[in-house]
């Protein structure tokens, strides 16, 4: 299985302000046939199923605030909030779906500062 | 619009089984399929498997396997997940997911179900 991790564990940031999420996977999502990153990345508030935010790594899903951007490629990838607000406090979780089992990172709990 | 619309919560005893809902509607049944998601107390997401109402082939996650079983009934727009065996450790809230795909599975959920909480005790 393809284990995902994701740092930090945890994450205040202070409201307006830059957030940055890792995910590294523990081998290549890259599928070279499309040159396609099999790698979404979620949000999950309390009490609420997950949200999908970015999938092929950087595509935003409509409706998504454009302060949400995914990047990178490969092994290791980014989700960055460029200007936290109150309503993105919440559990972010990556996920590849190159290849089944489709495995999650253990989530990182993002709250302000 | 799209909604899919679980059964509601169940409390099972060591060794039973279960057998969770997902009502879809806002869209045609057979031309997406439909993955299992489920997510202990406090913990991080596990995808379980997957079926295809279209052509009613699955894929389950290999620690599952010989304990779970997704079906669909079309006739009502239905997908089902039957976990058998029930230990303490399958105590979760279950969620059902629309892909992407109707006869492959494509991973990517847009669309998710509101989640059924099992909890498994003696």
């Known amino acids: 299985d393809i284990v995902m991790t994701q740092s930090p564990d945890s994450l205040a940031v202070s409201l307006g302000e830059r957030a940055t999420i890792s995910c590294k996977s523990s081998?290549?999502?890259?599928?070279?046939?499309?040159?396609?990153?099999?790698l979404g990345w979620y949000q999950q508030k309390s009490g609420q199923p997950p949200k999908l935010l970015i999938y092929w790594a950087s595509t935003r899903e409509s409706g998504v605030p454009d302060r949400f951007s995914g990047s990178g490629s490969g092994t290791d990838f980014t989700l960055t909030i460029s200007s936290l607000q109150a309503e993105d406090v919440a559990v972010y979780y990556c996920?590849?779906?190159?290849?089944?089992?489709?495995?999650f990172g253990q989530g990182t709990n993002l709250e302000i500062k | 619009q799209v909604q899919l619309v679980q059964s509601g919560a169940e409390v099972k005893k060591p060794g039973a089984s279960v057998k969770v809902s997902c009502k879809a509607s806002?869209?045609?049944?057979?031309?997406?399929?439909i993955s299992w998601v489920r997510q202990a107390p406090g913990q991080g997401l596990e995808w379980m498997g997957w079926?295809?109402?279209?052509?009613?082939?699955?894929n389950y996650a290999q620690r599952l396997q010989g304990r779970v079983t997704m079906t669909t009934d079309t006739s009502t727009s239905t997908a089902y997940m039957d976990l058998r065996s029930l230990r303490s450790d399958d105590t979760a809230v279950y969620y059902c997911a629309r892909e992407e795909d109707k006869v492959y599975s494509t991973g990517r959920f847009f669309y998710w179900g509101q989640g059924t909480l099992v909890t498994v005790s003696s």
């Open positions: 079926i295809s109402p279209y052509t009613g082939n699955t």
């Open positions: 806002g869209y045609t049944f057979t031309s997406y399929g």
């Open positions: 081998q290549s999502v890259l599928y070279s046939s499309n040159n396609k990153n099999y």
């Open positions: 996920q590849q779906y190159y290849t089944t089992p489709y495995t």
